[in-house]
């Protein structure tokens, strides 16, 4: 399995529960700075040994997404966008609007063109920065 790995700017807990929600997935497994041997961030305040060290959250039976509240340097969002192939048309919807809220929809779910007309695709760009892809096939 591939799990793309996203950082956040202390807002990793409130991101995955909100791709929890979008795709029906499993509870967000997540693990805290204040998790790790007290030495390994000894200079970390209350508030940032709180935030997420690691965690991850299943969004489907074989992929989900992993990440943390980075204590390094990074751009909001990346160049990566996260396709989910979603099991309906109606599945796909319901995750892309919770994902617009907040976010910005970059395009809509429309029927792909030949050779791919039997599915739909749109995108959509979360409050967190993060582009995603959904897919579905046409039943």
Known sequence: MIMPYLSFYGDCEEAFKLYQKAFNGQQPN???YSDAPSSSY????????NKIMH????????????GAD??????K???INI???????DTAQYAFDILAEEGESISRL???PAPHDSSVSGMVKDKYGFTWVLSAQIA
């Open 70 to 75: 980075a204590i390094w340097p990074v751009d």
């Open 55 to 66: 965690g991850f959250v299943m969004l489907t039976e074989s992929g989900g997404v992993s």
């Open 110 to 112: 429309e029927r792909n």
């Open 42 to 49: 000894p200079d970390m305040d209350k508030e940032q040994l």
């Open 30 to 32: 997540l693990a805290r």
């Open 77 to 79: 969002g990346s160049a």
């Open 83 to 89: 396709h989910v192939y979603c099991d309906s048309v």
